[in-house]
């Protein structure tokens, strides 16, 4: 079985360039749930954001594949360092106690550099 970590934040925040993946500068770019195997100890599960230009199907899509992961070890919830927490941060925190999700919210420092 393998082991899942996944990255969630506000749209921007920086979750595709900690999965390595080709980012654009565009928010919001990231539509599906991107999936990316660290030789073959774990998979890294890239969101998509919440907030400017989520996809229209983000809660389901999200809370779906969150509640259905036995595998699943850690959500690394990516907060703007330079916004601080926003109100859809706190949403997105509710969330992972209410399903009692294993998580960790972390600040991105991608715009302050």
Do not use: W
Request: charged share 20%; aromatic share 10%.
């Amino acid at each position: 079985m393998f082991i899942l970590v996944c990255f969630m934040g506000r749209s921007n925040v920086g979750k595709s360039s900690l999965s390595y993946v080709r980012v654009s500068k565009t928010p919001g770019h990231t539509k599906k749930l991107n999936f990316f195997t660290v030789r073959k100890a774990f998979t890294l599960v890239d969101m998509p954001g919440y907030g400017h230009n989520a996809p229209r199907d983000f809660v389901e899509m999200v809370e779906s594949y969150l509640l259905d992961r036995q595998n699943l070890v850690r959500t690394i919830s990516l907060v703007d360092g330079g916004a601080g927490l926003q109100k859809a941060d706190l949403v997105a925190v509710d969330m992972f106690e209410v399903f009692n999700l294993p998580y960790v919210v972390s600040l991105s420092l991608m715009r302050l550099l």
